[in-house]
C-alpha cells in the first residue's frame, strides 16, 4: 500500500473551548517560519534517489487550521511532497477548511495549489450551537463556503459535524443532518463530541446550566443520522464516517487498514512497517529545531508483532466491512480466532458483533459500544 502524507498546521484564528487539539492562534512570524519548516522536513525526510521516492497516494492537510494559509505556502508543501515522494498523479489532497477562512478567489487558488479535497469544519448547522461551541463562523457562511468550493471546481467535499452538544435536542441534531443533506457533501464525518477534563466548555457548560442529552438519546441520534444519510444516497464506511460511493477518504482509510503515513509538523505522528514515531509537540520548538538542523522526533519506538495485530483488528473493526481475520492472522502468523474468541463471544452472541465467514464486523448497535469491544483486543 503506498504512503499518505499528513501535514499539521497548528495555526486558528480563534480557539474553541471545546477543542483539545495541537494548535495555537495564527502568529504570521512564526507561520512564515514553520512552512519553511515543514518544507525543510519533508525534503529530507526520503532524499529521491535516480527520480524514484517512496511511493504515496494522498496528502493530508490537517490541524489546526490549514486553510489559514496562502494558497501559495500550501503550493509550496505539495512541491515538497511530490519533489520528494513519488505522488501519484491522481493523488487525493485534502485540505482542512473552517468555513470563515474561505472565499471564491481563495478555494480557487488552492485548487490551482494542487488541492483536490476539500474537508469543512462546520459542526453545527444550528445558530445557537455553534456560538456554545465558540465557533466563530455562522450556518450561512458554512453554507456559501461549500457553494464557493462547488464554483471553484471542488467535486470532493467532506462536512464534519458534532453530535451530543450542549442542550443540543434530537430535533436540533436532525435538523444539522437535513441542511447537511441539502448542502449534499460528498463525504460526512459525525463526531460525538468528548469533554477533556478541563475544557473550557465545561465551566461554561455548568456556569450556564447548559446540559447533555441522556446517552440514550445520543444513541438515538447517531442510530437515526445513519440511517436517514444511508436513505439519501450516502453509505456508512466507518463508525463515524459516511460518504457517496467511491468517495471514502482514502487518506484516512490508511489509519484503519494498517496502512503506512507519515507525518510532517509539530506533533505529527507517522507509523510505517512496524515502527512509530512523533513530531515534538511545540510549534516554536519544531520549528527551531528544524532551522537548526536538529531532529524534531522525540519518540520512536518498534511495535512488538502483537501490537502490530492489536492495533490491525482495533482499528480495521472501525470498518463497517469489518476486518478478514485470517488475513490479518496470516499476516501476523497468529490464529485471532483461538486467540480471541472467548473474548468476542458475548458481543457475537448479543447481536453486537457479526461473523460472516472469515470476516468480523460491528453491527451498528455494536458500533455504539465499540470501545468496548474493541478492549478484547488489547
Ligand atoms: S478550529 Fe479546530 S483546531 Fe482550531 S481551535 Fe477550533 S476545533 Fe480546535
Request: include cysteine.
Amino acid at each position: 500500500m503506498k504512503l499518505g502524507l499528513y501535514v499539521h498546521i497548528p495555526f486558528c484564528s480563534a480557539i474553541c473551548n471545546y477543542c483539545n487539539f495541537n494548535r495555537g492562534l495564527f502568529d504570521a512570524a512564526l507561520k512564515d517560519r514553520y512552512v519553511s519548516a515543514l518544507e525543510a522536513e519533508i525534503r529530507r525526510a526520503a532524499p529521491r534517489k535516480a527520480g524514484a521516492g517512496p511511493a504515496a497516494d494522498t496528502i493530508f492537510f490537517g490541524g489546526g487550521t490549514p486553510s489559514l494559509l496562502e494558497p501559495a505556502e500550501i503550493g509550496r508543501i505539495v512541491a515538497a511532497c511530490r519533489d520528494t515522494f513519488d505522488v501519484a498523479p491522481d493523488a487525493e489532497v485534502t485540505l482542512e477548511t473552517n468555513p470563515e477562512t474561505s472565499s471564491a478567489a481563495r478555494m480557487e487558488r488552492f485548487r490551482a495549489a494542487g488541492v483536490n479535497r476539500i474537508s469543512f469544519g462546520v459542526q453545527s448547522f444550528r445558530e445557537p450551537e455553534l456560538r456554545r461551541l465558540g465557533r466563530i463562523h455562522t450556518a450561512d457562511r458554512a453554507r456559501q463556503a461549500v457553494a464557493e468550493a462547488r464554483a471553484a471546481g471542488f467535486d470532493n467535499i467532506s462536512l464534519d459535524l458534532m453530535m451530543w452538544l450542549p442542550q443540543q435536542s434530537q430535533q436540533d441534531w436532525r435538523e444539522s443532518i437535513e441542511s447537511l443533506i441539502d448542502v449534499g457533501p460528498e463525504h460526512a464525518s459525525l463526531y460525538l463530541l468528548e469533554l477533556y477534563p478541563n475544557a473550557p466548555l465545561k465551566e461554561e457548560m455548568a456556569r450556564s446550566g447548559w446540559s447533555l442529552a441522556p446517552d440514550d438519546d445520543a444513541a438515538e441520534m447517531y442510530l437515526w443520522s445513519m440511517g436517514r444519510l444511508e436513505a439519501a444516497g450516502y453509505r456508512q464506511y466507518e463508525i463515524s464516517n459516511v460518504s457517496r460511493p467511491g468517495r471514502e477518504s482514502r487518506h484516512n482509510l490508511k489509519y484503519w487498514t494498517d496502512g503506512n503515513w507519515l507525518g510532517f509538523g509539530c506533533g505529527a505522528h507517522s507509523t510505517r512497517d512496524g515502527v512509530r514515531w512523533k513530531n515534538v509537540a511545540s510549534t516554536d520548538d519544531y520549528a527551531r529545531r528544524i532551522g537548526a538542523g536538529e531532529d524534531v522526533i522525540v519518540d520512536r519506538r518498534e511495535l512488538t508483532r502483537d501490537e502490530r495485530l492489536e492495533d490491525a483488528l482495533f482499528t480495521g473493526l472501525r470498518l463497517a466491512e469489518g476486518i478478514d481475520v485470517d488475513a490479518v492472522g496470516r499476516r501476523y502468523a497468529v490464529d485471532v480466532w483461538a486467540r480471541f474468541a472467548p473474548g468476542l463471544r458475548p458481543f457475537i452472541d448479543g447481536g453486537l458483533v457479526k461473523q460472516e465467514g472469515s470476516r468480523l464486523r460491528l453491527t451498528r448497535d455494536g458500533m455504539l459500544v465499540a470501545n468496548e469491544i474493541m478492549a478484547v483486543f488489547v
